[in-house]
């Protein structure tokens, strides 16, 4: 039996900018609810939700946190992501996890860039969402001009729900626009002036109520809270309501306009395939086909791996044998845990639409579905920035391998991956704060240090030109010999090409067979004829390839988007071998390649750089020695601006220190992988002749 009704579970991620108080809030709700009893306060270090070391020492979320409680009736999951956009990846997961998003605003700073990302992010889920703006009590608070920035920006589907009385150190609490008190001194705007505009999101969800409503009938507040619900769902109402979360003032407003108008899991629509690729719409139905999601995967010192499970349907049991789609043979569930926060219970079963966490299962991981159907990927922004590491102590190199793979398996943002070039492990993550707070949680949980260096670009070569070409590797040095000679054809194979399309008998006339690498955007076409190179020397041929590919041509860079086919070739009865014949694959794509128009690619980087309008100038200026290209601009609500812009990443490696000494700490920016592009001429002949002297310094 599931432990909760469907209709009674509100699955809420609390979402924002930094620095909005959304982990106050949180702790907040857990201490009001008596499910926590001890003190919580981020600046005092004893936060419920921000546990972990890194965070205690910084005072902010680092990692998103499930925490649990009860409320009117319904039984809440929620989940605190951090507010800073190094760590949107956390978010991403969470949003999975949910059915309706609170972003949380800063009443004094307004809307942050991180803001309207998540509100992005949370539309593009299909997800409810609930603006609260906290910190009503400080000082300097404009609430009509930044309600109206919210409207503007967001859309006019966001009516307040509670309007604030006084501001400030004058703020006493909230005042119901739904049903307005009679004494409505202090309010900073009148709460009639709203209620018809929010009684009306309120029912347009539903035609026949709404035709009513005109004619003079208004529903009752059981079914407005109904109707609520179902409008916050499908996006004709966003509530925006107002709190102080330290001062303790509109909180017990706010926990109860959730458990009223936060939507349960019935009422968002969710879609998986079946084992023949047929979408299915499921149903929160305990008693339906098993269907859920890993969205978080965290590595506990104490319980070892973490996997937080989202059910969409079905019912999950201890005990139970369950198909994994990242395992090959069916998992046991040893033990169901509820999570709070840093802490764990053990369950005995969980239902449709409820949160909950597996341990020890080291084959499932982020993005996994239990059961026969299979939900779409999360999909998480690829991580730019990039540091060499190595351990600070002789010795640690296996240690570190284990705990950089704990922190891969924690966070999807963060990737690792060995240089064939370099030998260099190469540690790739969001930002500089996002590496700098990995290495710490390195230092601390697995006691490794590291040293590293200035971020690698991860440039790629490729040609413009068809080419063709042949090479001979022939080798006699007292016995057996070293015979085998390839002939190959190159041709560029651009990002995006269908192989299907490309790979045709017009072009491949004697074409047997293809393989395609994905990673490397590769194909290769054999079309040899008359077994001119026999069969069984093909794989080597291959090998060959794919290590050039690694290795590079004209700068040491891995190579991308090329097709070669092989056509011709000649081998030796005795002295013919697979070595030999790697080695002429490997050769002939190097003296082809070279006569095909080389070139670099880089990775180009989509930036949207938030900063108050006085400094547009600056920025666009900046842009443009960076050899960027500014493609427009939008409004981030009240004076700020964001500037939406390309460019290259090796320009943009150090932005936050850039963009901070512009604007004097008043900017923010988030930075995301757009396309690669040709390096300019001189600074590819710049790169180039940097490799030639690392070689020869090598040699």
């Keep these: 039996m599931a432990l909760h009704k469907v209709e009674d579970i509100r699955n809420i991620a609390f979402c924002g900018h930094g620095t909005a108080g959304k982990t106050t809030l949180v702790d907040k709700f857990l201490n009001k609810t008596g499910t926590v009893k001890r003190p919580a306060s981020v600046d005092d270090k004893t936060s419920i939700c921000d546990f972990d070391e890194e965070e205690k020492h910084h005072k902010h979320t680092i990692e998103a946190s499930v925490v649990h409680f009860e409320h009117g009736g319904k039984h809440f999951n929620v989940i605190d992501t951090p507010g800073y956009p190094d760590f949107i990846g956390q978010t991403i997961g969470a949003l999975r996890a949910v059915d309706v998003a ?42 009509p001009k930044l309600l109206a920035s919210i409207q503007e920006l967001f859309g006019s589907a966001c009516v307040p729900y509670n309007v604030p009385i006084g501001s400030g150190h004058d703020f006493k609490g909230v005042a119901s626009v739904l049903h307005p008190p009679a004494d409505t001194t202090g309010a900073l705007i009148d709460p009639h002036k709203y209620s018809d505009k929010l009684l009306e999101s309120i029912i347009e969800i539903d035609e026949e109520v709404t035709a009513k409503y005109f004619d003079g009938e208004v529903p009752d507040d059981a079914h407005l809270a109904d109707l609520a619900a179902h409008a916050v769902a499908g996006g004709t109402l966003i509530p925006v309501l107002c709190c102080a979360g330290k001062a303790d003032l509109g909180v017990n407003e706010l926990l109860d306009a959730l458990a009223l108008c936060a939507p349960s899991p019935a009422l968002v629509p969710r879609k998986a395939k079946d084992a023949s690729g047929n979408e299915v719409e499921l149903k929160p139905d305990p008693a339906g086909p098993l269907v859920a999601q890993v969205f978080k995967t965290r590595i506990d010192p104490f319980v070892q791996k973490i996997s937080f499970v989202r059910l969409f349907s ?15 043979k069916g998992l046991k569930i040893a033990q169901l845990f509820r999570v709070q926060a840093s802490e764990t219970q053990p369950i005995d079963a969980a239902g449709a639409g409820d949160i909950v966490a597996l341990t020890k299962m080291e084959d499932l991981h982020t993005n996994c579905t239990l059961g026969d159907y299979t939900m779409t990927p999360i999909k998480f922004p690829t991580p730019m920035v990039g540091l060499a590491v190595t351990p600070k102590t002789r010795g640690d190199e296996a240690k570190l391998s284990g705990a950089l793979h704990k922190l891969v398996e924690e966070d999807p943002t963060f990737h690792t991956d060995r240089d064939q070039q370099t030998h260099e492990l190469v540690a790739t993550g969001m930002s500089e704060l996002h590496l700098q707070l990995l290495r710490e949680r390195l230092k601390r949980r697995d006691k490794v240090e590291l040293e590293s260096h200035e971020p690698k670009i991860p440039y790629r070569e490729t040609i413009a030109n068809n080419a063709e070409g042949s090479y001979r590797h022939k080798k006699q040095s007292g016995g057996r010999g070293q015979f085998g000679e390839v002939h190959i054809r190159m041709y560029p194979f651009p990002e995006g090409t269908k192989v299907e399309d490309f ?13 395609f690498d994905k990673d490397s955007n590769f194909l290769w076409v054999d079309s040899i004829v008359g077994g001119t190179i026999p069969n069984n020397f093909l794989p080597a041929v291959e090998k060959g390839f794919k290590e050039r590919l690694g290795k590079g041509v004209i700068a040491g860079y891995r190579v991308k988007n090329v097709c070669v086919e092989v056509h011709f070739g000649k081998h030796h009865p005795v002295d013919s071998s697979e070595a030999a014949f790697k080695t002429a694959g490997s050769m002939a794509f190097r003296n082809v390649f070279q006569q095909a128009k080389p070139s670099l690619l880089e990775p180009i980087v989509t930036l949207h750089v938030t900063v108050p309008g006085e400094k547009l100038g600056d920025i666009s200026s900046d842009m443009s020695g960076r050899r960027g290209r500014v493609l427009g601009m939008d409004s981030a609500g009240g004076d700020l601006q964001t500037v939406n812009a ?30 690669y592009d040709v390096v300019p001429g001189n600074i590819q002949k710049e790169i180039m002749e940097k490799a030639v002297m690392k070689e020869e310094e090598e040699e």
């Design 102 to 143: 609170v972003i949380v605003i800063n009443a004094h700073s307004g809307i942050g860039v991180n803001t309207r990302r998540v509100f992005k992010e949370s539309g593009d889920a299909g997800l409810g969402r609930i603006i609260v703006i906290n910190k009503m009590d400080t000082e300097n608070i404009d609430y």
């Design 646 to 675: 390309v460019v290259p990443l090796a320009e943009v490696t150090t932005y936050a220190r850039a963009l901070s000494s512009i604007t004097g700490g008043q900017g923010s920016y988030t930075m995301e992988f757009s396309h």
């Design 314 to 328: 079905g019912t999950l049991k201890k005990e139970d044998t369950v198909h994994a789609s990242t395992a090959r």
């Design 503 to 515: 790979v045709t008998k017009a072009r491949f006339p004697s074409m047997r067979e293809f393989h």
